[in-house]
């Protein structure tokens, strides 16, 4: 069983800056992979940024170049450093962790508001 916990949403200017953190506990090493997704009103959920255990990572080219994951192993903390913000990345942000036997968990959602 994994819990995660994210903070560090909330309202910001476009061209603003945000940091998510998402903290992990129970079963941390049997995590392959974590990721954070977005889900705006009346969208689906999408993947913004993926992090392996060997600490390979991924972007869709919407946030490429300005959004940053990263991880703290210490800390059992990923992070979502989010810059030159855009209304449109309005949305409530889930932190998600790949189990290696393929479950999936999910963090509450953290509500990150860009207003023009």
């Known amino acids: 069983q994994l819990h995660l916990v994210e903070s560090g949403g909330g309202l910001v200017q476009a061209g603003g800056s945000l940091r998510l953190s998402c903290a992990a506990s129970g079963s941390i090493f049997s995590i392959n992979a974590m990721g954070w997704y977005r889900q705006a009103p009346g969208k689906q959920r999408e993947l913004v940024a993926r992090i392996t255990r060997g600490a390979s990572t991924y972007y869709p080219i919407s946030v490429e170049g300005r959004f940053t994951i990263s991880r703290v192993n210490a800390k059992n903390t990923v992070y979502l450093q989010m810059s030159s913000l855009k209304p449109e990345d309005t949305a409530v942000y889930y932190c998600?962790?790949?189990?290696?036997?393929?479950?999936?968990?999910w963090g509450q959602g953290t509500q990150v508001t860009v207003s023009s």
């Open positions: 998600n962790a790949e189990h290696v036997a393929g479950d999936l968990y």
